[in-house]
């Protein structure tokens, strides 16, 4: 007859510690892998004026949703006075 639980003490600490251990490994393969946002309250570092998008020298060109949401709001502005 065989048994799918832990029969001792032994073997109930050893499942216990085989499931932290894969959850410990999963949180850190996550933690290294997971993208990095910037928070909203702060500019990308990457701006090169600070988060002032009208007045960066790429705005026009520029892919950051910030800049994208400025120029189309900009747009709908012109085209509907």
Partial sequence: MTETT???RR???KTALRG???AA???TG???TAPRTAPADKPDPACLDGGACSR???FSH???PAAQALR???ADASSNP
């Fill in 6 to 8: 832990p029969s001792t």
């Fill in 11 to 13: 073997d109930l600490l």
């Fill in 20 to 22: 932290g251990l894969l």
């Fill in 25 to 27: 490994l999963a949180a």
């Fill in 30 to 32: 996550y933690i290294l």
């Fill in 56 to 58: 960066c020298g790429i």
């Fill in 62 to 64: 520029c892919r950051k």
């Fill in 72 to 74: 189309n709001a900009d």
